[in-house]
Structure formats: C-alpha cells, structure tokens
C-alpha cells in the first residue's frame, strides 16, 4: 500500500490509459471518477470499460468548455468527486484550467519526448523524422503552457536506425510509459514528486501533421532524411507521395539501399523526385537529393495496402482458404474481438479502419489477437488485410506456419509415421537455399530404428555438387540476401521465433530423436530437446551484444591516433556434427553461428540426420531466410569432404573422433586456411575420495558413465577410488545397475536405451573383450542383451591398470572403468588422472573444498565437476584441451564465429577531420568521411555534403538551415548570402550581441566592423570588418615572401597588427562584390588592377620595414648575449679565486693544529716527569684532567 491513499481522477482516453488506470488501482489508490471521450458509434473507450467493470463513475464530455470558458454543469460534476490528484495518460482534449489546478495536488500529464524538445501533438513522429538517436517520455506537472509545465520524471532510450512509430511506440512507449505514470503517482503520495523548471534551451515545437503537405515525402533532401521521414509517419499518417499520378502512402522502409543489389526493376514516375523510382522484387526504390537511394517495402493506394513489390501488378483474387472445424472457432473468437473494438455487426466485407478504427485500435487488435489465439501479427498485417474475411484469413495462415495448425507451411515430399500415439511429418530431402530437393546423385542413406533395427526411411545423400550449391547459396544469403542487410536486433527476434516453434513441436522432436538415435524419450525430451531451446534462446539474446572495443594507440604529434575493432561475421560456415545427440550438437554450433550474423551448410551424422531435417522445417516456418541454413545429409567421406575442401566456406566447426578431427584440420589447411573449431575424443577421469558424500558418489558416478546409453563426449571414462572406500562403492554401483530398465526408448519407464548404431554396438563388445583379455575384472555387463535391438549391457570393471586398453582408450559407451588408489595419495592419483592425451572434462567428489579446488587446478581439461557430474548450461563454455580439441561451443566465447577488424584513425572521432567540424564529418549511412571543401555560404572549412565538378559546396549545418527555413539571403551587415530566416548571418548576429551594432569598415565602406575590446579588427590604426581582415590574411599567406611562415599574432606597441596598409580584400562571395573591368584588352586602365599594384607596393614596403625591425632585435639580441657571455667569465674568475683562498687558509689550519698536538705532548711527557720526582719525596701529587688541561696550556 502506498504511504497515502490518493483520490485521482483519470482524464484520457485509449488502452494506454485503461492500463495506467489499472495500475494506479492496484497500487491502492481510489480512482473517484473517470473522464473520457464519447462513444465512437457503438465503440466505447477502452478506458471507459474498464471503469465501469470497477462501478467508477463515468463521464464522456465531448467538449469541457464553451466559448472558451469552461462549462459550469461540468465543472460542478467534476468537483464533486473530490479528485485530489489529475492524472492524464494520454488525451486529445482540451482541458481547462479550472479542472487542471483544482485537486490539492494539481495535474500530471505524460508526454511522448524528452521535453523541452519536440513539444507538440506529433512528437514521437518528429522525433523519428529528425534522425534524433535518443528519445523518451516525460511525466510533467500540468500549467496554461504548450507542454511547458516543470518535470516530474523522465525515461529516455536510445533509437534503433530501423525504429517506427510503432515500434517505438510498442518496445518502450507503452510498456514503460505505463509504469512511469504509476511511479510518478507513488512520488507525490510520499510527498517527494520534484517540480524542476524546464529550460528553453533546445526547446522546440512542432505542429500536427494533419495537414497534406506535411506529409509530402521532401526529395531535395537526402536519402537518409527521406527514410527518417517516412519511418517517422509509419504507421500513422504515412508518408504521402504521387506515383504515376495516383495518390500513395508509404510504410516499411528498409533504410538505404544498394542499387547493385536491384535486379529486373520496373521504373514509375514519382512527383518531385529528379529520377523515376524503381519498382522491384523487394521494394521501391526511391532517390534523394544525393543520389542515394531508400528501398520501401509497402504502399497503401486508395485505402489499400499492398507490397510495393506489387505495385503496378494485377492482383489476383486468391483462393479462399479451407478451414478445419477447429480453425472454424479461430475465426469465431476473431469475430468477437472485431466485434468488441469496433463495436458494430462484422461481415466478410467489413473494413476495420473504414469502420472507424485507428492506430490504437491496431494496437488493441495485435494485443488481444496474441492474448486469446496465441499468434503474435505486427501492426502492419493489420494494413495489409483490412477487411475481416483478408485479417482472419491472415491469422489463419500465421496459426498454421507457427506450427499451431494443420496446414503445411513448407513443401516437401513427407515421411509419416505413427509413434508415441501421434503422427509424425517429417522430411527426408536434402534442405539447400530455403527448400527440400533430392540429392544430384540420385543416393541415398538408410535411417534404421536401433529398438529394432527396422528401416524408418531412406535420406538423400548429398554429394560433392550439392554441397557447391549449398554453399553457394549461403554465400549469396550472406552477401547480397535479406539475412545480411537486416539488423542484430531482427535477427534475435528470429532466433527466438524458432526457439519457440522448436518449443512448440518439443514432442515430435524428441519423438523422431528416439526413433532415430535410439535415446531414451524423457532423456529427449528434456536434454537432447530442451537443451537445444535454451541455446537457441540465450544466442537469440546475444545477438546485439557483440561489440568491438576501443583500443588507445600512441599518437603521432600533432595527430591524434586511436584504434578501434570491430566483430564481423566471418561468412559462410560449416559443421559437422555426430550422432550422439542430433538436434543438441546441431544448436550447440549453429546457434551461435547465426547469433553472429553467419550463414550455415551443415552436415548431421549420417546414421541420425532425421532431427537436422525436422529443424530446417522449422527455420521456415520461424522466417529464416533463404540460403541462411542449408542441411545436408550425407557420408563424412563425401559430404563432410566437400564442406571441409571448399574455398567458399571461412570456418568449420566439428564435433566427432580425434583421428576424423586430424583430418578435417589438414584439409582446413589444405584448402584455403579456413578457421576451425574441434570437439573430439575424450577419456574424462573422475575421483572419488573417501572423504566424499558416498550416496551420491554413486548415484553421480552411475550417470556420469551411463547418461544417455554411455554415448556422452565427456562421460566419466574412468574412475580412481580411494582404496579405503573402493568395495564398498564398487558393491553399491552394481547394486544399483542391476535395477535399471532396460526396453523400447519410447516406454517412459525405460532407463537404459539401444545403442545409435550397430556398428557402434559391435565395436563395444570388442572393446570388453580385450579388457577382459589383458586381466581386468569384468564385474558386470559386458555383453549384447538377448533381445532384437541394438541394447548393450551396463558394463562394469575393476582392477583396471594404467596400461591397458580400456585405462587408456574411450569405449563410447555404457562401460565403468574403476581403477583404485591408494589411501591420501592426492599427488599420485591427478598425475594418473592426467596421464592421456585426452583433456576434455574431469571430475572429483570430497568433502574437502581445498583438495577439491587442489585437484581441479592441477588436472589438465577443459572442465572440471565438483562433487556433481554432466552438469553443462548454455552460458557456460564447453570444450577440452590437449586432443580433445580446441575452441569452445555455448558460452559467449563461441558467439565469436566473427572475424575481428581493426580500424586506426588520426582522429578519435571523426577519421582525420578537424573535430571542431566533427558534426558534419560522417553522416549515418556513410563509413568514410566526408570530402573537405568551404562551404558557400558560412565560408567555414567543413565536410561539404554535395562537392563536385560544377556543384556548390553546402556544409551540413547550412543544409539543414535551407531545409527549415529555404534558401539564404544577403545578410544587411556583410552582405554574404547566409542569412537564414532573419535579415542577419549567424556571424553578424552573434558580433552585434557581443560588441554592439556595427561601423564603418575602413577598408571597404560598408557598415560591418565591430569595435572588439581587445583590438583584434584594428590593422595598422584602421577598423577592418571580419572579411576584410580575413582577406588579408589569405593573401599574406599565400605571398612568396620567407615572412610567409611567420605567424600573424605579432602585435605592436599599440596592440594592433603592426602593418602600415592593407590589401584590397576579394569579395567574390558578396553581394556587390568588385565587377570585372569592362575593357577586355588587358588591365591597362583598370582601377581595381592600379589599386591592386599600390596594395603590392605598399606590402613590399612594410615587408621590408618589417625585415629592418627584426634586424635590429637581432643585433640587440646579439649584443646582450654578449655581455652576458663576459659576465658569466667574470664571474667564473672569482669562483677560481674563491677557491683557492679556501685551499690556503685551509692548509694554514692545519699547519696549526700540527703544531699544537706537538707542544700538548712535549708537557705530558714534563709532567710525567715531575711526578715521578714527587712520589720520591713522599708528597702525593693528584693530578685530573681539568689540571692536566691547565697544565698543558700556553701560559704554563
């Protein structure tokens, strides 16, 4: 509950404000009354329902004021619900502003921008036709402004390039806009609602686009421009356009487009463009003013919506479709929900739009559509079919293709079966460029049922030509198709469609997975088929996350360097997967493959391909264009070759045995250097010490052997046991093995499955046979069943040394292998666990979290379990070392089935160009920069966006100045024709505001000098205006003279430059520039040429005063470096002497102390003297320091 229950009344109309009522209500506030707009016929607001389900009061006004002044009968019905707060989602009305400011707590109101930018009624579609790359929404307090009133809260997100209306609308708008609103009410109901004044700054406003010529598609724009404009009025007006003198609409556009790629084109005549349109097999093609080119997908000619691929065609009445009796109630429940929204008797004939509906009654009908019938349609389907019996047919097929119907979404010649109680449909063709076609050899491969080796159906075997069609037909998905041009985003939206149909179909997956590869139905069901969804749904995610990165490279003074890299699709990619687990394998690698952006040619396990071929069924029906996945059934020695050899093909992934992988990586070599990634053989240790939890050591060790019949790439090969628990774990596995049930892999009880193939089987009996011949103990096992099938006992044995066969080498099957060490033997037990050449996964059961972590940071593989087992995810990568391959399948190291290009620049943003200009350098759709040029009007040095032989040169800025306020016009100042939309150039304008109105140029009589405080206009004591001053300049700097490489910074005593005259500047851009001399004889008797010659004159005379001055520093200069050179000898001379005094008084000292030491022991010796004398006559003499000291002094 919130911290205060709030009294709010809801104004607005629309399913956007049906759920913000909703939300409000739930958070636990009272909605006193709701007040919306009149009933559409006998079409209520969506709000209004919903209000009156909840007994809320009602009120539909069709006006709330008359004459400008609110009505009091409304007023008074409003004021008695007591409202303390107005909340407005959305709504068309205008409200008074005795309703606004009448709650305690006023009014809020959501805005579809970011304002103060793009006020107005049509926001969401100026934002698009600007080329704006953030937008958002805004929740404001209500006042007597135009979307001006302080903000509470804002959300912003950036635009997709590709964005609509629509999409905008449906992705961020309204989902988020809702919650906004609800979040907005929490804050003034715990008082901590801001009010924050908006600025003006960047503020604009843009009027409704309800009138024709606003939605007139502008051709003397850029192609860029024009698909900005058109995405910005789709799907509501639409962008406007005469072709072949028929009035149109346009939707859908696909952005820039390259006209290589337009074949067998019709062109049409399109009112204001410069070049006919083209109508082809994807579109319109459309031209702006730079010859670029926008590809269209839709038209809407006289109320009607078709493809403009279609345009100028004859339509055909189709056939009406055949309904089951269950698609029968389909069209029932569409009915109701037309019947509902439009409120009226729907027949076959009944137009939706025709019968009052709008954009928020599309959005209505997509929504309830995918709530009640489960099928997801765009907003442009609804255009597409308008009538009822066209829209309900159109859910129908949508039904069917989702895999919900019974109709075929794809032709091939279909294999059925009963099993598992349903009927099985399924391909056996081989899947090239979107289609089931049979093999060019004529070959085909038997699918047998390893239950009970009965024959399912026989598969086409692709042969070395088919494998060249198929990857010629990725490589043209890749390059020139629809799969290749669209955006990350779109194809993670595909990628989740087939998720969900994978989803959809689960059981007729795992169904044919069982009948084909012998895997137990649950065991399908939840891995083999369950796995392959969650991949395909976390590449699917992963699709717009792949970037490059920025890297900070030395600069080159006084350039500016820095590298940037960027993750590309590699192209065209094989794979070869196995047969252990078909449809699993095949996600592992595809998915991420075509997450990156790749297309696919893939070859399934000859023994298992029938999953392979359900799944690219399912890439159809899920939209998955032509070309981009291609499925080929076939023999590892023709097939898998063929992929490996072929130059087309840039990476190969496999997944198989270490002697195939060493073959596929020589030919990867071999052919054209093709990257690869390997999977291959393993012999995966497992430990299991005696400090472990023994029960489910045992239940893990079981699985990590026998998961999936044994045929598991990392299944535990062997396994180490400490000797203290060895018998006891041996005892307890065979115990439980014994109970496992064995049987028909579609039996739910079954545990324990055939083997995929017989050959398989065969080799596992041999490989027992020699484990039992070189003295292993075979505890269990170790034979074929008796029974018709392909089942091979659960196999255990004990006493296995390191150098056997079996210690050594991978069954790939259901066999144990327990070896014993001896008790705490840490050391001993990882260098035997590391003692193969196989590194693929590990495993280690204690209760130990050091010796866990011990061990898995010492054994040498790719994965390491901890007291678990076969516990892989998507997220995480999966892949060994040493022969067990290299490369990675899931995780975010195997989406990078990219190429990685590096990209260094002189500048770190725009490649080289001046960054002060950097906003006209590189436009959206381009990769290199502009061409440099000066631009006609503003006369600054920018990327000019049209430079050419013959053409003007018009920077951006100035570009997009023309498009809103038309061409220029002489500005009243320097008469340059740049002024736009005032009499004044942006120039002028910003000196009058900074330093006043303008005076008199000195130089060239007109008014456009401006007095700057630091004198920078001023030359020679004369005021100069800026084109004056910058001509001079030019011609200083292209003079022959040395001085030509000085800088013009230098100033003189008095602050100005410090030249005597001027040139006569060249005015060839003004208006009124010099006109050219009549007389065409020569220049003789010209004034301007006279005047010409005195400016050189006088130039030559101040360059030469300007020598004379710099000579004369430079001899002063000389003349100081002088006296300081004999100051600094001065000085070094006294240092010397300095010196010298030091050293003599020095050596006087310590002549000195010589001396002294020499008399102090002369007195020692004379007092040592008379004491001897005095101890004679027996007078005692005591003698210190102190007196020895005064003894020894000079006195004595």
Same mark, same amino acid.
């Given at each position: 509950?919130?911290?205060?229950?709030?009294?709010?009344?809801?104004?607005?109309?629309?399913?956007?404000?049906?759920?913000?009522?909703?939300?409000?209500?739930?958070?636990?506030?009272?909605?006193?009354?709701?007040?919306?707009?009149?009933?559409?016929?006998?079409?209520?607001?969506?709000?209004?329902?919903?209000?009156?389900?909840?007994?809320?009061?009602?009120?539909?006004?069709?006006?709330?004021?008359?004459?400008?002044?609110?009505?009091?009968?409304?007023?008074?019905?409003?004021?008695?619900?007591?409202?303390?707060?107005?909340?407005?989602?959305?709504?068309?009305?205008?409200?008074?502003?005795?309703?606004?400011?009448?709650?305690?707590?006023?009014?809020?109101?959501?805005?579809?921008?970011?304002?103060?930018?793009?006020?107005?009624?049509?926001?969401?579609?100026?934002?698009?036709?600007?080329?704006?790359?953030?937008?958002?929404?805004?929740?404001?307090?209500?006042?007597?402004?135009?979307?001006?009133?302080?903000?509470?809260?804002?959300?912003?997100?950036?635009?997709?390039?590709?964005?609509?209306?629509?999409?905008?609308?449906?992705?961020?708008?309204?989902?988020?806009?809702?919650?906004?609103?609800?979040?907005?009410?929490?804050?003034?109901?715990?008082?901590?609602?801001?009010?924050?004044?908006?600025?003006?700054?960047?503020?604009?406003?843009?009027?409704?686009?309800?009138?024709?010529?606003?939605?007139?598609?502008?051709?003397?724009?850029?192609?860029?421009?024009?698909?900005?404009?058109?995405?910005?009025?789709?799907?509501?007006?639409?962008?406007?356009?005469?072709?072949?003198?028929?009035?149109?609409?346009?939707?859908?556009?696909?952005?820039?487009?390259?006209?290589?790629?337009?074949?067998?084109?019709?062109?049409?005549?399109?009112?204001?463009?410069?070049?006919?349109?083209?109508?082809?097999?994807?579109?319109?093609?459309?031209?702006?003013?730079?010859?670029?080119?926008?590809?269209?997908?839709?038209?809407?000619?006289?109320?009607?919506?078709?493809?403009?691929?279609?345009?100028?065609?004859?339509?055909?009445?189709?056939?009406?479709?055949?309904?089951?009796?269950?698609?029968?109630?389909?069209?029932?429940?569409?009915?109701?929900?037309?019947?509902?929204?439009?409120?009226?008797?729907?027949?076959?004939?009944?137009?939706?739009?025709?019968?009052?509906?709008?954009?928020?009654?599309?959005?209505?009908?997509?929504?309830?559509?995918?709530?009640?019938?489960?099928?997801?349609?765009?907003?442009?389907?609804?255009?597409?079919?308008?009538?009822?019996?066209?829209?309900?047919?159109?859910?129908?097929?949508?039904?069917?293709?989702?895999?919900?119907?019974?109709?075929?979404?794809?032709?091939?010649?279909?294999?059925?079966?009963?099993?598992?109680?349903?009927?099985?449909?399924?391909?056996?063709?081989?899947?090239?460029?979107?289609?089931?076609?049979?093999?060019?050899?004529?070959?085909?491969?038997?699918?047998?049922?390893?239950?009970?080796?009965?024959?399912?159906?026989?598969?086409?075997?692709?042969?070395?030509?088919?494998?060249?069609?198929?990857?010629?037909?990725?490589?043209?998905?890749?390059?020139?198709?629809?799969?290749?041009?669209?955006?990350?985003?779109?194809?993670?939206?595909?990628?989740?469609?087939?998720?969900?149909?994978?989803?959809?179909?689960?059981?007729?997956?795992?169904?044919?997975?069982?009948?084909?590869?012998?895997?137990?139905?649950?065991?399908?069901?939840?891995?083999?088929?369950?796995?392959?969804?969650?991949?395909?749904?976390?590449?699917?995610?992963?699709?717009?996350?792949?970037?490059?990165?920025?890297?900070?490279?030395?600069?080159?003074?006084?350039?500016?360097?820095?590298?940037?890299?960027?993750?590309?699709?590699?192209?065209?990619?094989?794979?070869?997967?196995?047969?252990?687990?078909?449809?699993?394998?095949?996600?592992?690698?595809?998915?991420?493959?075509?997450?990156?952006?790749?297309?696919?040619?893939?070859?399934?396990?000859?023994?298992?391909?029938?999953?392979?071929?359900?799944?690219?069924?399912?890439?159809?029906?899920?939209?998955?264009?032509?070309?981009?996945?291609?499925?080929?059934?076939?023999?590892?020695?023709?097939?898998?070759?063929?992929?490996?050899?072929?130059?087309?093909?840039?990476?190969?992934?496999?997944?198989?045995?270490?002697?195939?992988?060493?073959?596929?990586?020589?030919?990867?070599?071999?052919?054209?250097?093709?990257?690869?990634?390997?999977?291959?053989?393993?012999?995966?240790?497992?430990?299991?010490?005696?400090?472990?939890?023994?029960?489910?050591?045992?239940?893990?060790?079981?699985?990590?052997?026998?998961?999936?019949?044994?045929?598991?790439? !990392? /299944?535990?090969?062997?396994? +180490?046991?400490?000797?203290? @628990?060895?018998?006891? =774990?041996? &005892?307890?596995?065979? $115990?439980? #093995?014994?109970?496992?049930?064995?049987?028909?892999?579609?039996?739910?009880?079954?545990?324990?499955?055939?083997?995929?193939?017989?050959?398989?089987?065969?080799?596992?009996?041999?490989?027992?046979?020699?484990?039992?011949?070189?003295?292993?103990?075979?505890?269990?096992?170790?034979?074929?069943?008796?029974?018709?099938?392909?089942?091979?006992?659960?196999?255990?044995?004990?006493?296995?040394?390191?150098?056997?066969? !079996? /210690?050594?080498?991978?069954? +790939?099957?259901?066999?144990? @292998?327990?070896?014993? =060490?001896? &008790?705490?033997?840490? $050391?001993? #037990?990882?260098?035997?666990?590391?003692?193969?050449?196989?590194?693929?996964?590990?495993?280690?059961?204690?209760?130990?979290?050091?010796?866990?972590?011990?061990?898995?940071?010492?054994?040498?593989?790719?994965?390491?379990?901890?007291?678990?087992?076969?516990?892989?995810?998507?997220?995480?990568?999966?892949?060994?070392?040493?022969?067990?391959?290299?490369?990675?399948?899931?995780?975010?190291?195997?989406?990078?089935?990219?190429?990685?290009?590096?990209?260094?620049?002189?500048?770190?943003?725009?490649?080289?160009?001046?960054?002060?200009?950097?906003?006209?350098?590189?436009?959206?759709?381009?990769?290199?920069?502009?061409?440099?040029?000066?631009?006609?009007?503003?006369?600054?040095?920018?990327?000019?966006?049209?430079?050419?032989?013959?053409?003007?040169?018009?920077?951006?800025?100035?570009?997009?100045?023309?498009?809103?306020?038309?061409?220029?016009?002489?500005?009243?100042?320097?008469?340059?024709?740049?002024?736009?939309?005032?009499?004044?150039?942006?120039?002028?304008?910003?000196?009058?505001?900074?330093?006043?109105?303008?005076?008199?140029?000195?130089?060239?009589?007109?008014?456009?000098?401006?007095?700057?405080?630091?004198?920078?206009?001023?030359?020679?004591?004369?005021?100069?205006?800026?084109?004056?001053?910058?001509?001079?300049?030019?011609?200083?700097?292209?003079?022959?003279?040395?001085?030509?490489?000085?800088?013009?910074?230098?100033?003189?005593?008095?602050?100005?430059?410090?030249?005597?005259?001027?040139?006569?500047?060249?005015?060839?851009?003004?208006?009124?520039?010099?006109?050219?001399?009549?007389?065409?004889?020569?220049?003789?008797?010209?004034?301007?040429?006279?005047?010409?010659?005195?400016?050189?004159?006088?130039?030559?005379?101040?360059?030469?005063?300007?020598?004379?001055?710099?000579?004369?520093?430079?001899?002063?200069?000389?003349?100081?470096?002088?006296?300081?050179?004999?100051?600094?000898?001065?000085?070094?001379?006294?240092?010397?002497?300095?010196?010298?005094?030091?050293?003599?008084?020095?050596?006087?000292?310590?002549?000195?102390?010589?001396?002294?030491?020499?008399?102090?022991?002369?007195?020692?010796?004379?007092?040592?003297?008379?004491?001897?004398?005095?101890?004679?006559?027996?007078?005692?003499?005591?003698?210190?320091?102190?007196?020895?000291?005064?003894?020894?002094?000079?006195?004595?």
């Amino acid at each position: 509950m919130p911290q205060r229950s709030l009294k709010v009344a809801i104004i607005g109309q629309s399913a956007f404000a049906s759920e913000v009522y909703k939300l409000i209500k739930r958070n636990g506030h009272d909605i006193v009354g709701v007040f919306t707009v009149p009933d559409v016929g006998n079409r209520e607001d969506p709000l209004a329902t919903t209000a009156a389900l909840d007994n809320v009061p009602v009120f539909k006004y069709k006006a709330w004021r008359a004459k400008k002044v609110v009505i009091p009968s409304v007023l008074a019905e409003y004021e008695a619900l007591g409202a303390e707060l107005n909340v407005l989602p959305y709504c068309s009305q205008f409200i008074p502003m005795e309703i606004i400011d009448a709650p305690e707590f006023k009014s809020i109101v959501y805005h579809p921008s970011l304002l103060p930018k793009h006020r107005g009624a049509a926001s969401i579609n100026w934002t698009l036709m600007s080329g704006d790359s953030e937008t958002g929404f805004t929740v404001f307090w209500a006042d007597d402004g135009l979307d001006t009133g302080p903000i509470l809260l804002q959300k912003n997100v950036l635009v997709d390039p590709m964005d609509t209306v629509d999409s905008l609308y449906n992705r961020f708008m309204y989902p988020e806009g809702i919650k906004a609103m609800a979040e907005a009410v929490e804050l003034i109901a715990a008082g901590q609602a801001p009010k924050i004044t908006q600025t003006e700054e960047g503020a604009s406003y843009e009027p409704m686009l309800n009138k024709p010529e606003l939605r007139r598609i502008p051709f003397d724009k850029p192609a860029l421009d024009i698909h900005n404009f058109i995405r910005g009025m789709d799907s509501v007006p639409g962008a406007s356009i005469t072709i072949n003198q028929e009035e149109a609409q346009l939707f859908g556009s696909k952005g820039l487009v390259d006209l290589s790629t337009v074949q067998n084109g019709t062109e049409v005549i399109i009112e204001g463009m410069s070049r006919p349109g083209i109508v082809h097999s994807d579109g319109l093609v459309l031209f702006g003013s730079d010859g670029k080119a926008v590809n269209v997908s839709r038209l809407r000619v006289n109320g009607k919506m078709i493809n403009a691929s279609k345009y100028g065609q004859t339509v055909s009445s189709s056939s009406k479709i055949q309904l089951s009796e269950e698609e029968q109630g389909v069209v029932d429940v569409v009915k109701s929900i037309w019947q509902s929204i439009l409120g009226c008797e729907i027949e076959h004939e009944t137009d939706f739009f025709a019968s009052g509906a709008g954009s928020m009654e599309v959005v209505r009908l997509v929504e309830e559509v995918k709530d009640k019938i489960k099928v997801e349609l765009a907003n442009e389907d609804v255009f597409m079919a308008t009538t009822f019996e066209e829209f309900s047919s159109a859910v129908i097929l949508a039904r069917r293709s989702s895999g919900d119907g019974s109709g075929p979404a794809v032709v091939y010649d279909p294999v059925k079966i009963n099993a598992n109680n349903m009927e099985l449909v399924f391909p056996h063709q081989l899947f090239i460029n979107g289609e089931f076609v049979n093999a060019t050899s004529g070959k085909t491969l038997k699918s047998i049922n390893p239950n009970d080796e009965s024959l399912i159906c026989d598969v086409e075997a692709a042969s070395k030509e088919d494998v060249d069609k198929a990857v010629k037909a990725a490589q043209f998905a890749f390059e020139q198709g629809e799969w290749g041009k669209m955006s990350a985003r779109d194809r993670g939206k595909l990628l989740f469609k087939l998720a969900d149909l994978m989803e959809q179909n689960k059981e007729e997956l795992a169904t044919i997975e069982s009948l084909d590869s012998g895997a137990v139905y649950t065991l399908a069901l939840k891995t083999h088929v369950g796995m392959s969804i969650d991949t395909w749904r976390y590449f699917a995610g992963w699709t717009d996350k792949i970037q490059g990165s920025t890297i900070p490279i030395s600069h080159a003074r006084p350039n500016r360097n820095l590298t940037i890299t960027k993750r590309e699709p590699i192209g065209v990619c094989g794979l070869v997967t196995p047969w252990n687990y078909p449809l699993m394998m095949l996600s592992w690698k595809m998915a991420a493959c075509l997450a990156a952006g790749n297309t696919v040619v893939i070859k399934p396990a000859q023994v298992s391909p029938l999953t392979a071929l359900k799944f690219a069924e399912l890439t159809v029906k899920a939209g998955i264009p032509k070309g981009v996945v291609n499925v080929l059934p076939g023999t590892g020695s023709v097939c898998g070759q063929a992929i490996a050899d072929h130059p087309l093909v840039r990476k190969l992934g496999f997944t198989g045995s270490t002697p195939i992988g060493q073959v596929i990586m020589r030919s990867c070599a071999d052919s054209n250097i093709k990257k690869c990634s390997l999977e291959l053989g393993g012999k995966s240790p497992l430990i299991i010490f005696a400090d472990c939890d023994l029960d489910r050591a045992v239940r893990q060790g079981i699985g990590g052997v026998f998961f999936n019949k044994g045929e598991n790439c !990392i /299944a535990a090969g062997r396994l +180490f046991v400490e000797e203290s @628990i060895h018998d006891e =774990f041996v &005892n307890r596995v065979i $115990e439980d #093995v014994k109970k496992m049930t064995i049987g028909d892999p579609l039996d739910r009880g079954t545990a324990h499955g055939p083997q995929n193939h017989r050959a398989h089987l065969e080799k596992l009996v041999e490989y027992c046979e020699i484990g039992v011949k070189e003295g292993a103990t075979l505890k269990y096992g170790g034979k074929q069943v008796p029974r018709s099938g392909l089942f091979f006992m659960p196999t255990i044995f004990t006493d296995v040394k390191d150098d056997m066969f !079996i /210690a050594k080498e991978e069954s +790939f099957g259901p066999i144990m @292998i327990i070896s014993k =060490f001896p &008790n705490g033997d840490v $050391e001993g #037990v990882v260098k035997r666990a590391n003692a193969t050449e196989f590194g693929l996964a590990s495993g280690v059961f204690t209760k130990d979290l050091n010796k866990a972590l011990y061990v898995s940071d010492k054994i040498d593989a790719g994965t390491c379990f901890v007291n678990t087992y076969n516990k892989t995810d998507v997220a995480a990568p999966f892949g060994g070392f040493k022969q067990s391959g290299f490369g990675k399948d899931l995780g975010v190291e195997s989406v990078l089935f990219k190429k990685i290009r590096v990209i260094s620049s002189r500048d770190p943003v725009t490649f080289g160009i001046n960054p002060r200009v950097s906003k006209y350098a590189v436009t959206n759709n381009c990769q290199a920069p502009a061409q440099l040029g000066k631009c006609h009007h503003c006369r600054q040095e920018c990327p000019a966006t049209s430079k050419g032989k013959g053409e003007t040169v018009v920077c951006k800025n100035c570009e997009s100045k023309i498009s809103r306020y038309g061409q220029p016009k002489a500005c009243s100042v320097c008469n340059f024709v740049s002024a736009f939309g005032s009499s004044k150039c942006g120039r002028c304008s910003h000196y009058e505001k900074k330093y006043g109105p303008p005076r008199q140029c000195d130089e060239c009589k007109q008014k456009s000098a401006f007095d700057k405080p630091d004198e920078k206009n001023m030359l020679n004591g004369k005021r100069l205006c800026w084109v004056c001053l910058a001509s001079f300049k030019k011609s200083l700097r292209k003079s022959s003279d040395p001085l030509r490489k000085r800088k013009l910074s230098g100033k003189d005593s008095r602050g100005s430059l410090s030249l005597s005259s001027t040139p006569t500047p060249a005015k060839m851009n003004r208006v009124g520039s010099l006109k050219s001399s009549s007389n065409t004889g020569g220049d003789e008797g010209d004034p301007s040429s006279s005047d010409h010659m005195a400016t050189i004159a006088h130039l030559r005379e101040e360059i030469a005063n300007l020598s004379k001055q710099i000579t004369s520093k430079d001899q002063q200069l000389l003349s100081k470096d002088k006296l300081v050179t004999e100051l600094r000898a001065q000085v070094h001379n006294i240092e010397q002497q300095s010196r010298q005094k030091m050293k003599h008084a020095q050596k006087l000292h310590d002549d000195e102390m010589n001396d002294l030491r020499l008399v102090t022991k002369d007195l020692q010796l004379k007092v040592a003297t008379l004491s001897k004398q005095t101890k004679n006559k027996g007078v005692a003499v005591v003698t210190n320091s102190n007196n020895n000291s005064q003894n020894n002094s000079p006195d004595a």
